[in-house]
């Protein structure tokens, strides 16, 4: 059964932390992992990957893939207030293009 | 990016009604859609996928009696609960796919479904 796990489940920091998010998957003919932020409505997208040890980043986030231990990490640096969110990992079927979505890590961002 | 619509936004229904749930692509055409349900504090969950002009495909344990689904255009799909009960309030997402050269998914705003 296709399956993907984040740890840890939530986190609080301070503002200025830097935080990592860990993602692991097994997903049956494996395409891509990909992350989502999700506020109070649905996920929006922030990184896909599908190539091992390329670092994808945008601002103050960065991702990586790591395709023989089935792993995927989510870093964000000098976080903020407005980093405080769901952070959603989800694993994509080839083929079907079914995202397997983790159950998420809630990240909590104090002043 | 592409932009996904769902409508309503939120729907307060007594049980045994029925609720319809309108997923919209707005500027690119969607040849599937992906329907997701999501109880608090839970992951998306997906319960089905919608191809234009065919039936849509399942997940193990969605009843397709009872969420029914309807893809009759490139930029439209619908979800309809029948006979909604307490247990089926949620937050309904759908995301339709691009197409595109990452064939990226994007989600709709999400529907809240409370059932009295």
């Known amino acids: 059964e296709d399956k993907v796990v984040q740890s840890p489940l939530s986190l609080v920091v301070h503002e200025g932390d830097t935080v990592t998010l860990n993602c692991s998957y097994e997903?049956?003919?494996?395409?891509?992992l990909l992350w989502y932020k999700q506020e109070k409505k649905a996920p929006t997208f922030l990184f896909m990957l599908t190539s091992s040890g390329i670092e994808k980043k945008s601002g103050r986030l960065s991702s990586i893939l790591d395709k023989k231990e089935l792993f995927s990490i989510l870093n964000i640096t000098a976080t903020q207030t407005g980093d405080s969110a769901v952070y959603l990992c989800?694993?994509?079927?080839?083929?079907?293009?079914?995202?397997?979505f983790g159950k998420g890590t809630k990240l909590t961002v104090n002043p | 990016g592409a932009v996904v619509s769902q409508h309503p936004s939120w729907v307060i229904c007594k049980s045994g009604t029925s609720v319809k749930i309108e997923c919209r692509s707005l500027?690119?055409?969607?040849?599937?859609m992906f329907w997701y349900r999501q109880f608090p504090k839970q992951s998306l969950m997906l319960m089905a996928t919608?191809?234009?002009?065919?039936?849509?495909?399942?997940e193990q344990g969605v009843e397709k009696d009872k969420f029914l689904i309807n893809h009759a255009s490139l930029t439209l799909s619908t979800l309809t609960v029948t006979s909604a009960h307490p247990e089926d309030s949620s937050f309904y997402i759908c995301?339709?796919?691009?197409?595109?050269?990452?064939?990226?998914?994007?989600f709709g705003p999400g529907t809240r479904l409370t059932v009295l």
């Open positions: 500027d690119f055409q969607a040849t599937t």
């Open positions: 989800a694993g994509t079927q080839g083929g079907s293009e079914k995202l397997v």
């Open positions: 919608s191809n234009e002009g065919s039936k849509a495909t399942y």
């Open positions: 995301s339709a796919r691009s197409g595109g050269p990452n064939n990226e998914q994007f």
């Open positions: 997903v049956t003919n494996f395409r891509s």
